[in-house]
């Protein structure tokens, strides 16, 4: 059954997304739904993702937090960018910073983290050099942003992760 199903929930979430984006529900939809659901899942296994394997339970509940709350100021930054005259100049630019993270899923998470928070993108990461390329929408100073990222969001998931 494992070779059929091996992520009963994945397949069972993506049956139910194919359904609810359905105009019309008929059987077909619903077979139709339950192959792709199947396949996608069969497809995700042959990947062979690696089992993450998280400690330090404050530490997560500690980095959701600063997440939460700097997506909140981020938000609000780049609205005033936004609303405000445009005679203002954005400083728009690229930071690459080096990483001492190494694990795929904790790479996953801060490149989430970075792409989610306004304002700022997860372009490229290096694997040889062990850097990121950012996108900011409002670059004021570049070791600001390097500090906040690595102090902030690095060591909390150097944590969790290592």
């Excluded at 194919?18 to 192959?35: H, K, M």
């Excluded at 998470?109 to 990121?132: F, K, M, N, Q, R």
Aim: aromatic share 6%; charged share 15%; proline share 4%.
């Amino acid at each position: 059954m494992r070779k059929l199903l091996p992520y009963p929930i994945l397949s069972l979430s993506l049956l139910v997304l194919w359904l609810l984006l359905q105009q019309s529900l008929g059987l077909g939809q619903i077979l139709l739904g339950a192959v792709i659901a199947v396949l996608a899942a069969r497809a995700f296994a042959a990947l062979e993702p690696q089992q993450p394997r998280a400690r330090r339970l404050g530490s997560i509940f500690r980095l959701a937090a600063y997440v939460v709350v700097d997506v909140m100021r981020s938000n609000l930054a780049v609205a005033s960018i936004v609303l405000r005259d445009r005679h203002h100049q954005q400083t728009a630019g690229f930071v690459v910073m080096p990483l001492t993270l190494r694990d795929r899923s904790g790479l996953a998470i801060l490149a989430c983290i970075i792409t989610a928070t306004p304002g700022s993108a997860w372009l490229e990461y290096d694997a040889v050099h062990a850097t990121v390329l950012i996108h900011v929408l409002d670059l004021v100073d570049e070791a600001t942003w390097i500090d906040t990222i690595k102090n902030r969001y690095e060591r909390l998931l150097l944590e969790i992760f290592q």
